[in-house]
């Protein structure tokens, strides 16, 4: 008996204790970084941006090249999961945006991997007369120069 009366006790203060850790873990607030992203108003041969699509994924790579193993940054939402919000052009004025110099340096601070989640990034797009707001994820460098296949390559 007295050995259930432990087991429950101790079971007791793991709970309470998950409680403590989970709301300390919910006051934590991620920095979010905007960015205005007007394509149009800048000339093809200047676009640091190049947009992809890959399956459900669409791509916009920041083509800096100083991303490890000389990458460039990727950005990207998932096209049927992401949500995306659109707001009047005085709405996007109230809205503290960050240069391209400023986004990169945030992007490089979010290399380590205990910092990938100390931002959210979001991406503004004119959208007619109103601005359209897009949550991005940061995507984590990798080697490109790695084979990731795990078929063997047959050499004639």
């Known amino acids: ?15 309470f204790n998950m409680q403590k850790v989970s ?36 791509m916009y790579l920041l083509q800096c090249k100083c991303y490890p193993y000389a990458t460039n940054i990727p950005f990207y939402f998932d096209i049927y999961k992401n949500k995306k919000e659109i707001i009047s052009r005085k709405e996007f004025k109230k809205i503290k945006t960050v240069s391209i110099v400023e986004l990169i340096v945030i992007a490089l601070k979010c290399l380590p991997p205990a910092n990938r989640t100390d931002y959210k990034f979001i991406f503004i797009e004119p959208d007619g007369k109103n601005m359209r707001l897009t949550d991005m994820v940061l995507g984590a460098p990798y080697n490109p120069r ?9 050499i004639n």
């Not at 008996?1 to 709970?15: A, V």
């Not at 790695?146 to 047959?154: D, G």
């Open 146 to 154: 790695e084979v990731n296949s795990t078929e063997k390559i047959k």
């Open 1 to 15: 008996m007295m050995r259930y009366l432990m087991i429950f006790g101790i079971y007791s203060l793991l709970f």
């Open 23 to 58: 709301a300390q873990i919910k006051k934590i607030k991620r920095d979010t970084v905007y960015y205005l992203l007007d394509t149009a108003s800048v000339s093809v041969k200047d676009r640091m941006f190049k947009i992809e699509r890959e399956e459900s994924a669409m």
